[in-house]
């Protein structure tokens, strides 16, 4: 590549792929070509600190306007609502985000500037020229239209007269392939083709299913990579074909590094034990009563927001002190260790509790331990595991419904034709915060350029930048 580092790019294009990492590049960049092309020459790759949690949502937040989540607000890839009492995930405006966004900042400054943002989070009804993000309808009889909030509008029904439709079952869920991720690359190459816009997001999640279905270091996450490389080698060729590839700068990212796991931790069903958590039932299934409950937990990976009805210093005391006990939480935080995380929010919990590193958080709160009813039993609590109780959204994809991320909706049971409940399936997870010591928790970024001024630290003989650094790298370009 023939670019001059001291030298503004006219086009930035940053690819968000989740699961890259280092020790891809290090040992076996061979295996994948396009990517590694696009450090070979004047470019570098490293390691990136995520911001706490290390969760999808929030580490893009931060990415696109340089903010902690104390002051952007995503605090996870959902919320509680206190006023309507419920739980809110997935939620796609950007008006959620409170800082300002990058594509703001600049057009500020150019309003000529030409955005895009395909399959960002929170990008819905931004001041972008260019969105296209999944967005299916609901139909009356439990159908859905598979479609995409897009913008200008019925700019998803433009591509899709060229590329065809986009298949969300694709996207997530047991069926969630590599399908996705080059229904992605053609909706970018579209958008190259026809607009180059001067800054372009886009983003591939098939590597973070792969991780978290068999381990970070599985040979099914190298497989995925090679498909993933020749997404990127697609985009790289029509960049060429556009005849701006030496006026782009490119730079790839991972939000969050993975840790292997063993089993989940129901915090929401501990909670019930200690008489915390209160449910109603509802046609013989059980809901969490968000009005009657002293405490429930919002799960999201390897951590979970712990909102309580009374935050007295002595009530949360004894709420923490019954969660520091369980096996498998690593740490409760209180207020003093919010603000040291940078995650003092009003939307946070009053606690926040971050798994060990070989555990996650489910959901669950009613009394059934997973599918092998009988092996699973709980005989200290006193129950007997029945999952009959449970929602009926436990065995859909239901992202909106359940209060917390479920990476079990990646698995059917083979025997009820329905989404599994057991935890013991999920061998990769993220969410905690990072380790400069040992290295846990940091992500990877590549760029085709050497990115300077910024403060770079070092880890395992390679340079380490912050994701938050990114939105200045981004800004200085065009500004």
């Given at each position: 590549m023939s670019n001059n580092n001291n030298k503004s790019s006219k086009y930035f294009i940053i690819l968000d792929i989740v699961g890259l990492d280092v020790s891809h590049l290090d040992s076996s960049s061979q295996k994948f070509p396009n990517i590694s092309s696009?450090?070979?020459?004047?470019?570098e790759y490293g390691y990136m600190k995520p911001v706490f949690p290390s969760v999808t949502s929030t580490v893009q937040a931060s990415i696109l306007t340089g903010k902690y989540p104390r002051e952007h607000g995503i605090i996870s890839n959902g919320f509680f609502d206190r006023e309507n009492l419920q739980t809110l995930f997935w939620e796609q405006s950007t008006n959620l985000v409170k800082s300002e966004k990058i594509w703001d900042t600049l057009k500020n400054k150019n309003s000529m500037l030409k955005t895009a943002m395909l399959f960002w989070q929170n990008s819905m009804y931004s001041n972008n020229d260019y969105v296209v993000t999944p967005r299916p309808i609901h139909l009356e009889n439990g159908k859905m239209d598979m479609w995409c909030y897009s913008k200008p509008v019925n700019y998803y029904e433009t591509i899709s007269k060229e590329v065809g439709e986009f298949n969300l079952m694709n996207y997530w869920g047991p069926f969630a392939s590599i399908k996705s991720s080059e229904w992605i690359t053609k909706s970018v190459q579209f958008t190259i083709k026809n607009h180059r816009p001067n800054l372009m997001y886009a983003y591939f999640p098939q590597l973070d299913y792969t991780a978290q279905k068999f381990g970070k270091s599985s040979p099914q996450v190298t497989e995925d990579l090679k498909q993933i490389d020749n997404c990127v080698g697609n985009i790289i060729d029509k960049v060429?074909?556009?005849g701006i590839f030496d006026d782009t700068h490119f730079l790839l990212l991972s939000e969050y590094g993975f840790n292997d796991v063993k089993d989940a931790i129901p915090i929401n069903r501990i909670l019930r034990e200690n008489g915390l958590l209160q449910v109603r039932t509802i046609n013989e299934k059980e809901y969490i009563d968000y009005e009657y409950s002293d405490a429930f937990a919002m799960v999201d990976h390897q951590i979970a927001h712990i909102y309580l009805k009374d935050s007295n210093s002595k009530n949360k005391a004894k709420i923490r002190s019954v969660l520091e006990n369980v096996p498998g939480i690593d740490k409760v935080c209180d207020e003093k260790e919010k603000?040291?995380?940078?995650?003092?929010?009003?939307?946070?919990?009053?606690?926040?509790?971050?798994?060990?590193?070989?555990?996650?958080?489910?959901?669950?709160?009613?009394w059934g331990y997973g599918d092998q009813s009988k092996e699973n039993s709980n005989p200290e609590a006193g129950r007997i595991d029945d999952n009959s109780k449970a929602p009926s959204f436990t065995r859909t994809v239901d992202i909106h419904r359940k209060p917390g991320y479920d990476p079990l909706d990646l698995f059917i049971d083979p025997k009820r034709k329905c989404i599994s409940t057991d935890t013991r399936l999920i061998k990769g997870s993220h969410g905690r915060p990072y380790d400069m010591e040992s290295g846990e928790g940091l992500s990877t970024f590549l760029s085709s350029k050497k990115i300077e001024h910024i403060r770079k630290d070092n880890f395992d003989g390679h340079p380490v930048i912050n994701c938050l650094d990114i939105f200045d790298v981004v800004r200085d370009n065009f500004v």
């Open positions: 696009l450090f070979q020459n004047e470019g060429k074909e556009a603000q040291e995380l940078y995650i003092d929010h009003e939307r946070s919990g009053e606690l926040i509790a971050i798994a060990e590193k070989d555990s996650w958080f489910s959901y669950y709160w009613w």
